[in-house]
């Protein structure tokens, strides 16, 4: 009933209880630790199983069980090795439980595992690994022990060693019949509640009497009438071991809950049985049962751990030493501290005294007397002043002071008697008075029963951890949360045979001594192996004869691998040694051999300190693993002194100077080099290598971060200053200005005025041609500068009047000198997307504002004579009842523009994409599109819904880019809809209405200009094949492949297809189709997948349903694996691409994180309520013969 009661709960409890989270967890490579001092093994917690550990501890030191079980050979149990084989008879949970007591008590390893034994018991998952109740295993563990060997000689050994008969009677008053009823048991459950100790429990079960009178009479079979009957019980068989289950955890029917029960419930050491059973004639050592296990529950009742405290009767481990140790110290302490503590606690003292005493009670004033003899102070003198007269005080303290009837005589409590243990005790219990005369007192005489080893050996065992304790320690688990909650008594007549005390080999069969010395020489072995290991250091040995000294540092003359030579030696031998095996590795060493502790250094390798006093470890000079050591003559490398130590080691500067415009690529406005320089170098002779006269340096203490407030001069007094005086380490920037650049440096405070990473030059060319020279200047500007603002610049450095920013605008000029539309004057330099460098005209006439369309338009027919002419139109947005307006796009395909064909120079490009800008109606990200296809704004159209695609296309014709190209008839052009800047769905039907299209209101439309007429009938699909270039992660130009999918559209028609294209034969492609949001290939089925021709009709799914999705536009890509044997389709475009969608993701995931941040805060009180498992029967499942 309380299967689930002791779900294990790690809150409470340190770490290392119950083995988990444990920091470091040794690696799986390393052999398992060895036994510690005690030389007992403990067992590991498989997460919640500390109550079956405890179990098996006490199973284990039952040598009488451990040795019944030893005593069944393979011949009854079968072998281990057998238990795969199905039709083998192995008794599995026997045979585990072997080898497991095996182990502990022979393998030389902190912890056992329990495992294998969890495994044989069927226990596979968590759930039932998870806390259970002890009690309940020991009875579940028991019966499974007895089913597995049913039919074997160990078939009664639980019986003999547990079972115990209690017997219960009913006497009637009159006839004096007696009716009884037996009752088996292999433990018994004894009551906490209401009850001061095992005693009174027994005394309440098995001598105390119930009667029947009165109103609750008893119906008697002889008399046959209601009678007056006692009632009673006793124990009629003790077992050998006495097991007893403390009920601490019971049911609270008014709260309904459970509850723990803490109180303080004693039970002695040794106990006499005699009062409780049935005969009571045998002699006394028949009664007496000495406790050896106490299993403890800590915690409460929905969680808690266990451990056990055991009594090693074979002295297996090694308790003495510890002990020993413990004495000594307690003794120190005791003069130290304890002494005088004592003395100025009077209740330590007279319990004392009283539990010195032979006679339970003693004269108040005798005991004054004591106190004086004793410690040699008077109550009245020590004591009276602060604690009363000496009667007073033991009143005052009745829990631990009892006084005779009479209050003349005083005595200690029988709980305090048991604490302080003495050799002899009279009968001291607060009984009812007692029937029969029996002398149940269990201490009657104590000496003499107990050996010499009685109080000793005894170990709490906790998990992985053993450590010895004094028996007196069981006291402490008399009450509390952490209490004691079984209690395992054996027999005192039961002795061990001195063979095998201090022997754990005793008894065990030899096949499992083989097996366990087999294991313990492999452990041995390991632990030498990773002892060698651990003490092990690679050394990297670097020949002078291999280096070169130049730039400030030592540098290879080979490559790095080849001037190193590897050494392994053990970290405990000394420099000597070292010394003599590089001798032995570099036969040819001629003259003196210094040993250098070398650092490979950004600026190259670098040597310090020489290593000397070859009598010291290699420990001790600190040489680490993987440590580098120069092996040269001490002076110099290829004929080149060598300067060693911190003080002149190479430090990398990273020199920074301000590009001249666009010199370093987009987006780089200095030139970068590194220089190398010693880090004792003086800051005046840095700046003559690096600066020109009158240059400064500037130094960027952060790093990377080239913002403008971390720079700083250096200033006119720093130059007596070193490198590393100053802070110049590897990798620290400098900046160099010349002195028409300092602009920028705010000299006062030495720091830079802009951020100089964006400080770049955009070139302003005077257009308004007001004087005969054009002139152009430099305008120093950052991406974030307004048009305007340079605008102004730009117009005072050109010398011109101010008046002309009323009437004048910039406009980009194209690399082929063109005057490219205005770049609006609320623009920032980002906004424009003007490059850096890049060259502007200040030109007469107003830029666009943001509702108007810059045009560009020829008059006339020839359109390479005709002069272009621009316009600037309000843009509006009126369109008729009926009619759709619709933007229209122009469609260039990548091959197209490859090929030369009308190419738009990339600043052409941007003059559209602005265009289009300022008239895009959806108005919502505007971006350029430039993927493998290129669009083109065109222009919007209006027309009629009733209006046929044919009638779109001509109207499309129209548009003055679409004029470049000679389209002599609509069905010349390939109409699509816009889908994420990409052609969507492609319009097939010329004569189709635009209405039964139904492209919606804020279609978009994209033209594609053919080389030939196209009439695309209902079945036939548009693809876009590419083959793979081999050997490169790229492609050939696509080619429009039309594919007619009216009989099969399969992965198997596709290949046919693709292949024919190609007069390939069919095997020899590879084919994947590519999904440009994504940047991913899939591969479209493989020849090895290629199923039957029969199986395939019925099988094969259509490529236009999942995953492929096939549909007009689709970009297949083609390997030839005549040519190309690998089959990876993505280029490195997917990668950028793949990447910055990974970005993009990351930054999303952080804002969202961001913002779920609130909620958090509320959500998590929730977690924190702890919901309780549904509780999972326990039980050990027993196979057949298992
Ligand atoms: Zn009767």
């Not at 072997?98 to 902190?110: C, V, Y």
């Not at 008594?489 to 045979?497: A, E, F, N």
């Not at 720079?711 to 802070?727: H, I, Q, R, Y």
């Not at 027919?861 to 621009?870: A, I, L």
Request: hydrophobic share 35%.
């Amino acid at each position: 009933m309380f299967g689930d009661l002791f779900e294990e709960d790690f809150s409470f409890i340190s770490n290392n209880h119950c083995g988990k989270g444990k920091k470091s967890k040794p690696r799986d490579s390393e052999p398992p630790a060895p036994r510690d001092f005690t030389n007992l093994s403990g067992i590991k917690n498989q997460g919640g199983t500390c109550y079956l550990n405890s179990l098996l501890q006490t199973l284990l030191f039952t040598p009488e069980f451990r040795e019944a079980l030893f005593s069944l050979g393979p011949e009854e149990l079968g072998t281990l090795d057998d238990s795969s084989k199905p039709d083998a008879k192995v008794r599995i949970i026997p045979l585990q439980l072997q080898r497991l007591f095996a182990q502990l008590l022979l393998l030389d390893q902190q912890a056992a595992s329990t495992t294998d034994l969890t495994e044989s018991f069927g226990w596979n998952s968590n759930e039932e690994m998870r806390q259970h109740d002890v009690q309940e295993l020991n009875r579940i563990l028991f019966s499974a022990l007895e089913t597995s060997l049913v039919g074997t000689s160990g078939h009664d050994l639980i019986n003999r060693l547990y079972h115990g008969i209690v017997v219960n009677q009913i006497v009637c008053k009159e006839c004096k019949n007696i009716s009884e009823r037996q009752e088996d048991f292999l433990d018994l459950t004894v009551a906490v509640k209401g009850v001061a100790g095992l005693e009174e429990a027994l005394w309440n079960m098995y001598v105390e009497e119930e009667y029947f009178e009165n109103e609750n009479l008893y119906r008697c079979g002889a008399c046959d009438k209601l009678v007056e009957a006692s009632k009673s019980a006793k124990l009629r068989k003790l077992p050998p071991f006495l097991t007893i289950s403390l009920l601490r955890f019971n049911f609270d029917f008014e709260k309904c809950e459970r509850y723990k029960e803490t109180s303080c419930y004693t039970f002695p050491i040794q106990i006499n049985l005699r009062p409780f059973c049935e005969q009571t004639e045998m002699d006394d050592s028949e009664y007496m049962y000495e406790l050896f296990s106490v299993i403890i529950h800590k915690g409460g009742c929905y969680g808690g751990h266990y451990h056990v405290y055991i009594r090693d009767v074979d002295e297996l481990g090694n308790w003495q030493l510890q002990e020993e140790e413990d004495r000594l110290i307690e003794d120190k302490a005791l003069r130290d501290t304890e002494n005088a503590k004592e003395v100025e606690n009077p209740l330590a003292v007279l319990k004392g005294i009283l539990s010195e005493e032979e006679s339970k009670q003693i004269p108040v004033d005798q005991l004054g007397q004591k106190l004086l003899e004793k410690k040699g102070v008077s109550w009245n003198k020590k004591y009276r002043k602060q604690y009363g007269a000496l009667r007073k005080y033991l009143q005052n303290h009745p829990q631990t002071f009892q006084f005779s009837p009479d209050e003349n005589k005083v005595g200690l409590k029988e709980k305090h008697k048991l604490l302080f243990k003495s050799a002899s005790q009279e009968q001291d219990f607060q009984r009812p008075p007692q029937k029969n005369d029996v002398h149940w007192n269990s201490e009657k005489k104590p000496t003499r029963l107990r050996d010499s080893s009685a109080g000793c050996h005894w170990f709490d065992l906790n998990d992985s951890k053993v450590q010895p304790i004094k028996e007196k320690d069981i006291e402490k688990q008399f009450q509390g949360k952490e209490s004691a909650y079984m209690l395992f008594y054996r027999k005192s007549q039961l002795k061990r045979p001195p063979e095998a005390r201090g022997n754990p080999r005793y008894q065990i069969p030899e096949h499992l001594l083989n097996e366990m010395n087999a294991a313990n020489t492999e452990l041995q072995k390991k632990r030498a192996e990773c002892d060698s290991a651990n003490h092990g250091i690679d050394l990297r040995l670097h020949l002078s004869s291999c280096y070169k000294f130049h730039n400030g540092a030592l540098h290879p003359s080979l490559t790095w691998k080849e001037n190193v030579v590897d050494l392994t030696i053990d970290r405990r031998k000394t420099l000597g040694d070292l010394r003599q095996s590089v001798f032995q590795k570099l036969e040819s060493w001629e003259g003196d051999m210094i040993l250098s502790i070398a650092k490979p250094l950004p600026a190259g390798l670098h040597l310090y300190q020489i290593l000397d006093g070859d009598e010291l470890t290699l420990d001790g000079i600190g040489l680490a693993d993987g440590a580098d050591i120069f092996v040269w003559n001490g002076k110099e490398v290829g004929g080149t002194k060598v300067m060693t130590g911190p003080d002149h080691e190479p430090v990398v500067i990273n020199v920074l100077r301000l590009a001249e415009y666009n010199e370093g690529g987009k987006g780089q406005h200095f030139t970068e080099s590194q220089h190398v320089f010693s880090c004792s170098t003086k800051l005046s002779d840095l700046r003559r290598a690096l600066a020109p006269s009158g240059g400064i340096i500037l130094k960027n203490g952060s790093g990377p971060d080239k913002e403008a407030k971390n720079w700083e001069v250096f200033l006119e007094g720093d130059m007596k200053e070193t490198v590393k005086s100053v802070g110049l380490t590897d990798g620290c920037s400098v900046l160099i200005l010349d002195s028409h650049d300092q602009s920028f440096v705010n000299v006062s405070s030495g720091n830079l005025t802009a951020f100089t990473y964006d400080i770049s030059w955009l070139q302003v060319k005077n257009f308004c041609r007001t004087e005969d020279e054009e002139k152009h200047v430099k305008i120093t500007a950052t991406i974030e500068t307004v048009m305007s603002d340079i605008k102004m610049k730009a117009i005072r450095e050109l010398q011109l009047e101010e008046e002309l920013a009323n009437d004048s605008c910039l406009r980009p000029v194209s690399g082929n000198g063109k005057l490219l539309s205005p770049v609006p004057e609320d623009y920032t330099v980002k906004e424009a997307e003007l490059k850096m460098g890049s060259l502007l005209g200040l030109c007469h006439g107003k830029a666009p504002t943001s509702t108007q369309l810059f045009l560009y338009f020829i008059v006339g027919s020839d359109q390479n004579t005709s002069p272009e002419m621009e316009i600037v139109v309000e843009e509006t947005a009126s369109v008729k009842e009926g009619f759709l307006k619709i933007p229209i796009w122009w469609f260039k395909s990548s091959s197209h523009m490859k090929r030369g064909e009308n190419t738009p120079d990339q600043v052409n490009g941007m003059t559209c994409k602005m265009d289009a800008l300022q008239v895009s109606p959806a108005g919502d990200s505007p971006e350029y599109i430039h993927t493998d296809m290129d669009l083109c704004y065109a222009g919007s159209i209006e027309i009629a819904g009733e209006a046929s695609l044919e009638d779109l296309k001509m109207q499309a014709m129209t548009l003055p880019c679409c004029q470049e190209q000679i389209v002599p008839l609509p069905s010349f052009l390939r109409a699509w809809t816009v889908d994420s800047k990409r052609p969507g769905k492609l319009l097939r039907n010329n004569k189709q209405q635009l209405n039964d299209y139904k492209l919606g209101a804020r279609v978009e439309i994209c033209i594609e200009p053919l080389q030939k007429e196209e009439r695309l009938g209902p079945d036939e699909l548009l693809l876009r094949v590419q083959m793979g270039i081999p050997g490169e992660r790229d492609y050939y130009d696509s080619t429009d492949l039309v594919w007619d999918i009216s009989k099969e559209c399969t992965t198997w028609a596709l290949r046919q297809r693709v292949a024919s294209h190609y007069c390939l034969p069919v095997d020899k492609i590879e084919i994947a189709k590519y999904f440009p949001e994504k940047f991913e290939w899939l591969p479209i089925s493989s020849w090895t997948q290629q199923i039957s021709k029969r199986k395939r009709k019925k099988k094969q799914e259509s490529l236009q349903s999942a995953p492929y999705h096939l549909k007009d536009g689709d970009i297949i890509g083609v390997k030839n694996l005549l040519l190309d044997d690998t089959k990876d389709f993505s280029t490195v475009r997917d990668d950028v691409g793949k990447e910055k969608q990974r970005q993009l993701a990351l930054e999303k995931k952080k804002s969202r994180q961001a913002e779920r941040l609130q909620d958090h805060v509320f959500s998590e009180e929730k977690l924190n309520i702890k919901h309780r498992k549904p509780e999972v029967a326990l039980s050990i499942n027993v196979g057949v013969f298992r």
